[in-house]
């Protein structure tokens, strides 16, 4: 399904077609549809974060995963990086203007997973039993 704004076959800069492999959509939507950035976003949308913060809140990333995902969502404009030439050094991180664009439908991303896990769990052990019965 193609919405209005996205016109099918077009790929310019006022419209994109997703299902091009070749379209720069598909890189925006790769790298807000990444967990790890749903997950910085997330944070960060309740105000600056430090590195360490960042860190502790996220269980399961690496150091390396989120130095990448900061780097990347600072090149592409969505998070702004603030280093404070103090002793030992001091870095924050915060959403930019159009990083605050996507507080909304990756909250409501978020909130739909926590509605909605214990429902996608009951469908995977069901499936889980079907394929292990068969």
Known sequence: MVSKGM??????????????????????????ADKWTTLVIYLLAD?????????????????????????RLEEDGLVKRT????????????????GRTLKEPLTALCAWAVQHMGEVEQERAKHQRKVLSA
């Open 7 to 32: 016109k099918q076959g077009t790929c310019g800069q006022l419209s994109g077609d997703l299902m091009s492999a070749t379209c720069p959509t598909r890189r925006v939507l790769d790298l807000i």
């Open 47 to 71: 105000g600056t974060k430090r590195y360490g913060e960042l860190q502790k809140a996220i269980g399961g990333i690496s150091q390396k995963m989120l130095t990448q995902t900061l780097r």
């Open 83 to 98: 280093v404070y030439p103090v002793v030992p050094p001091r870095t924050e991180y915060e959403l930019t203007p159009l």
